[in-house]
């Protein structure tokens, strides 16, 4: 199986990760079974074993496939089962109602994040945030890099319970951040501020803070949630 060219969006990792997953969860794989070596899988997809690994450590830390010391790596049977899901967006107040979820769910995540990230772990989190500043110097906002954002914050947790719910919650998310997106382009500063909030909020776990990590993070979705919703806040144009 070849590897499609790398869209610029995705790492490596990310897509042997997406297409195990997929495999996974059509049923290539029964409960229990052991998976490929990483050397088999390395060359089945065309990539090193470092990427093939990395991505093995996600299925991991989502709960869908475990160890065993010199056996390799096996199918959860939970990991057979159709994904976690919300059902679709219907009205506004779906929208609200996900807004109160993150709200009390990624201000934790982000704290756990900064307690409990091992500094190699930062990379996927530093590379959304530097697509998120290069569509903000051209005046654009990537919905996909701040998902992806708030999903490396939630691996990075080390609770798989919070990274399962953020992909749960992608289509929701991604409505939210439609309006949020259209909100901030019609404020004069409204990209940069976006911006500058999530980089207090990496800075804030990289630095291992976790109270500024979740005091941030709640700063940022309440702000998200009053532009999608048009309230004004003292010093926001």
Same mark, same amino acid.
């Given at each position: 199986m070849q590897m499609a060219p790398q869209s610029g969006r995705k790492s490596l990792a990310e897509i042997v990760f997406d297409r195990m997953l997929k495999a996974i969860k059509s049923g290539a794989y029964q409960a229990d079974e052991r998976l490929p070596t990483e050397h088999e899988l390395a060359a089945e997809f065309e990539v090193s074993r470092p990427? %093939? @690994? /990395?991505?093995?450590? @996600?299925?991991r830390d989502q709960g869908l496939i475990y160890s065993r010391q010199g056996a390799g790596s096996f199918v959860r049977a939970i990991g057979l089962k159709q994904p976690?899901?919300?059902?679709?967006?219907?009205n506004v107040a779906d929208l609200l109602n996900c807004y109160e979820f993150r709200l009390t769910m990624e201000p934790e995540a982000a704290a756990c994040a900064a307690l409990r990230h /091992?500094? /190699?772990?930062?990379?996927?989190?530093a590379a959304a945030l530097d697509l998120m500043r290069d569509a903000t110097n051209r005046q654009s906002h990537r919905a996909d890099a701040d998902f992806q954002f708030h999903v490396a914050i939630a691996t990075l947790s080390g609770n798989p319970y919070f990274a399962t719910a953020m992909e749960a919650l992608e289509d929701h998310i991604a409505a939210g951040m439609r309006f949020h997106g259209a909100? %901030?382009?019609? /404020?004069t500063s409204g990209l940069s501020? %976006?911006?500058l909030e999530h980089s207090e909020i990496f800075a804030a776990i990289r630095d291992r803070n976790a109270e500024a990590a979740r005091r941030l993070m709640r700063a940022h979705l309440s702000g998200s949630q009053d532009r999608v919703f048009q309230k004004r806040t003292p010093g926001r144009g």
């Open positions: 990427i %093939v @690994r /990395e991505a093995l450590r @996600r299925l976690l899901g919300f059902g679709s967006l219907e /091992e500094p /190699e772990d930062l990379a996927p989190l909100s %901030v382009k019609r /404020e501020q %976006v911006f």
